[in-house]
């Protein structure tokens, strides 16, 4: 027993030694070297959208043999703990993709280099998908994405409620009367689902703080910067966080939705869903399905604005060259592709022309229409990682049954600590 | 009449048996069936108990998708190797660690476990971005042809995934409990027979310390193959990852949860295997050190 043991033991020391041979001589190291640059995508998992990344690459590759672009791909949910940690060790790409809201952050972090892109070919891009920080330009997207009401129309038609449009939205009392004729047909176990079952910040954010803007709030004054006093929590942001929470109490919506709100509605349990345009494509399951834009609470209907952007390094050896590649993939076609591969807006009015339903009257023209004209890009900020935490646990505090009052009151007293304590982020 | 009692007792026992079987297996039974579903039919049977049983449009589309949507396979090997290696090597250094600290007489001994002891208070997340700057400045020995060179920095290796958890507070804790409740006069007997210390380490006290090896074994295999936020840190190459960072593959704008169903149905075998193939041991371990993971 104790010979088994010990053989046992020295197999063991051997194979570990061996193992660790092997493991440690599986060198692969990443980065840039002198004759490349590398790019990193947030694209892994999503092969679709990743090939078309890959064929800009193999494009510029094919031309430019010296200076080639090596594609690095990450997961979303991932990528922008990827991102710090590199930057930590300065080990980041030239090229990069940023969600939008997270620009102005990584400007000031210093991450980033401002654009060098001319701006007859900025003018051309949808206002949203170019990503500014005090004045200068720091990154440009392929393409936009929006949120939409889903919606069963014979449901808005049985409860004898207008189908709204673009140039004609619901007014908030007129959405309230709809939510209200919808419930009392007995239908649906859920009238309008909030998607609240999604519980990343962001889609916190990006989805409900475009009604707050509505109701005339918002995360921060955009004035100054400095400051969240009044406009969240202000008497619109009251009756914001007020409306949000009667959807809950008055049974239209489930305090926490489950996982996947859109296959909800596709199974028929829910009339209307607030969902995104990446979700559009299994509208077509649904046999009356329509799309439509949010209502407008006061000042205007609103969508979030801002998708996954492009932004060159300031670590980067070789900034000339990082930006012509961005220069250069800026084309109608490239974004066109990115539009034909998934649900997402074309990011100009050229590429849209060049895939089928995105031209005027086209099936999927709504989203670029509505991206156009409602599109309100969430706070220029470096200060926007903390506004969109706070902001997030105060809505989800709001839905859960708290007091808006005292939730508002708080998030901003926290929102204004964070300013102070880093000197209003430069503003 | 004492019988039928008896028989009563041996019924209820069973059923809360049963009882607590069916909680811990019906995630799993969720899990497995539910990535054979498409995801409307997920949703739609979730709420009844058709959300257990394989009903419905059954197929195994969402494990091709698994595999257009990840390298699976890939991911599987690099994660059972950083682990298997990780275990390996763990076992050894802590064990001469622990045996340094419990069987060798020196200055400072004491306070040596104390202060090993105290790190384990210190949670990762707190020292993990300074790490990553650490190991970005380490150096590394490369064969270049022939000729033996130095390197500097090991981000996007196998290697940063696998050496700074070799040496470990708590296994180092573990081993040196166990070394204690071994017999000194062993170690005494063993030296009049001529050993030294590394003879007595590992033909006396190893040999015997069975329990606490299988004990630090799995609890140095569980994190690392878990292991997340490292690697998503320092690793940059698709070719290099493990499982737990694909599973983040999955979580897109557009979810698909069927297929995070059969990816995690995929990345729980091996370590389901590997529990089941040592139940008993684990077991044992586990009531013998008195610790759970």
């Known amino acids: ?427 | 009449m004492r019988r039928r009692s008896s028989t009563r007792v041996r019924a209820a026992v069973l059923a809360a048996r049963l009882l607590c079987a069916a909680l811990f297996a019906f995630p799993l039974l969720f899990m497995f069936v539910s990535s054979l579903k498409p995801d409307t039919d997920i949703f739609k049977d979730i709420g009844s108990v058709r959300a257990f049983l394989p009903v419905g449009d059954i197929s195994l589309d969402n494990y091709a998708g698994v595999f257009d949507t990840v390298p699976a396979a890939r991911f599987l090997l690099n994660s059972l190797g950083i682990s298997l290696v990780t275990v390996a090597l763990g076992i050894l250094v802590n064990s001469m660690a622990a045996f340094a600290l419990s069987r060798l007489s020196w200055r400072g001994s004491r306070l040596a476990l104390s202060v090993v002891i105290a790190t384990l208070v210190v949670p990762f997340e707190t020292f993990a971005l300074p790490l990553v700057w650490w190991v970005d400045k380490l150096p590394w020995l490369t064969m270049n042809g022939l000729r033996l060179t130095w390197s500097t920095g090991w981000l996007d290796t196998y290697r940063v995934q696998v050496i700074p958890f070799v040496a470990n507070a708590f296994s180092i804790y573990l081993f040196y409990s166990y070394f204690q409740s071994i017999p000194r006069q062993l170690d005494e007997a063993a030296r009049v027979d001529g050993a030294g210390w590394f003879r007595i380490y590992r033909t006396v006290v190893m040999p015997l310390s069975g329990p606490a090896i299988a004990t630090v074994a799995i609890l140095t295999f569980l994190p690392a193959w878990n292991s997340y936020l490292w690697p998503l840190m320092v690793v940059q190459t698709e070719e290099l990852r493990p499982v737990m960072v694909g599973a983040s593959y999955f979580f897109q704008l557009k979810v698909h949860w069927g297929e995070i169903m059969a990816y995690s149905t995929l990345i729980t075998l091996p370590v389901l295997a590997l529990f089941l193939a040592f139940q008993r041991a684990f077991v044992n371990s586990i009531a013998s050190t008195g610790v759970k993971g």
């Open chain 1, 1 to 427: 027993m104790r010979m088994s043991a010990k053989r046992t033991l020295r197999w063991g020391v051997a194979a570990a030694l061996v193992a660790a041979a092997a493991a440690c001589g599986s060198d692969n190291a990443g980065g840039s070297s002198g004759d490349s640059l590398t790019l990193w995508t947030h694209n892994a998992g999503n092969p679709q959208e990743l090939a078309v990344v890959e064929q800009i690459a193999a494009d510029w590759n094919a031309a430019h043999p010296d200076k080639k672009v090596t594609v690095r791909a990450f997961p979303q949910a991932a990528y922008n703990e990827a991102v710090v940690s590199a930057a930590t060790a300065k080990k980041l790409p030239c090229i990069l993709d940023t969600d939008a809201p997270t620009v102005p952050n990584w400007a000031y972090a210093g991450y980033l280099e401002p654009l060098d892109i001319p701006d007859d070919l900025l003018a051309k891009q949808l206002p949203s998908t170019v990503g500014k920080y005090q004045g200068k330009t720091y990154s440009v997207g392929y393409y936009e994405a929006a949120l939409g009401l889903f919606a069963r129309k014979s449901a808005l038609t049985a409860a004898g409620v207008r189908v709204p449009t673009l140039e004609q939205p619901w007014t908030g009392a007129e959405f309230d009367q709809a939510l209200q004729k919808v419930k009392a047909g007995g239908k649906y176990p859920i009238t309008f689902d909030l998607g609240t079952g999604d519980t990343g910040t962001e889609w916190w954010t990006y989805g409900y703080s475009p009604f707050l803007q509505s109701f005339g709030g918002d995360l921060i004054d955009r004035t100054s910067y400095k400051s969240a006093s009044g406009v969240l929590n202000g008497d619109k942001a009251l009756a914001w966080a007020t409306w949000m929470q009667g959807l809950v109490k008055k049974g239209y919506s489930p305090q926490k939705s489950s996982a996947d709100a859109f296959a909800d509605f596709v199974n028929g349990k829910s009339a209307m869903v607030w969902s995104g345009i990446w979700n559009s494509g299994s509208l077509s399951k649904v046999d009356d399905g329509v799309v439509l834009p949010p209502p407008d609470f006061g000042n205007g209907a609103k969508v979030g604005g801002g998708s996954w952007q492009w932004a060159v390094s300031s670590s980067c050896p070789d900034k000339a060259t990082a930006m012509e590649y961005l220069r250069t993939s800026l084309t109608a076609k490239n974004m066109a592709a990115f539009a034909q591969k998934q649900n997402v807006i074309p990011a100009s009015e050229e590429a849209a022309a060049l895939v089928p339903g995105w031209q005027p009257g086209g099936e999927k023209r709504f989203f670029l229409d509505e991206s156009k004209e409602l599109a309100m890009v969430r706070p220029p900020t470096p200060g926007y990682p903390y506004l969109t935490t706070t902001f997030a646990k105060a809505t989800q505090d709001i839905v859960a049954g708290g007091d808006p009052k005292q939730i508002l009151d708080r998030a901003v007293a926290e929102i204004d600590r964070d300013l102070k304590s880093n000197d209003y982020y430069g503003f």
